[in-house]
């Protein structure tokens, strides 16, 4: 027979939804169960609103490089290395994950 895991909540998704209701139940003194199959962060942190903000980071600072003639400042055209802004992208997620997921 499996084990039973006596609790007051249990919260299926460990996106922003279902961190914050851990969080605040667990303040409040409830026992609480939190299930996710996925990385915790849920969508935002890990596909949507974090990595896309970053990639536009990246092209906002591309097409800033391109303008900055405008402002008398002589600059290459830059050259987009894919690479280094996936890493730039997962260093952005690496960095808010901890305060992000737990």
């Known amino acids: 027979m499996p084990d ?3 609790t007051d909540l249990c919260i ?3 996106g922003s939804g279902g961190l914050s ?3 605040g139940a667990s303040q409040m003194g409830a026992s609480t169960v939190l299930i996710e199959k ?3 962060g849920g969508d935002c942190l890990n ?5 896309s903000k970053a990639l536009l980071a990246a092209g906002h600072a ?3 490089v391109r303008g900055a003639k405008h402002f008398g ?3 290459a055209n830059p050259k987009i290395n894919a690479t280094r802004v ?4 997962h260093g952005v997620i690496d960095a808010i994950a901890p305060m992000d997921s737990v």
């Not at 596909?47 to 990595?51: A, D, K, R």
């Not at 996936?86 to 992208?89: D, I, L, N, S, T």
């Open 21 to 23: 209701v851990a969080a």
């Open 86 to 89: 996936y890493e730039h992208v």
């Open 4 to 6: 039973l895991i006596k």
């Open 62 to 64: 591309a097409q800033a």
């Open 38 to 40: 996925g990385k915790m």
């Open 12 to 14: 299926i998704g460990a």
């Open 73 to 75: 400042i002589d600059a």
């Open 47 to 51: 596909y949507g609103c974090v990595p």
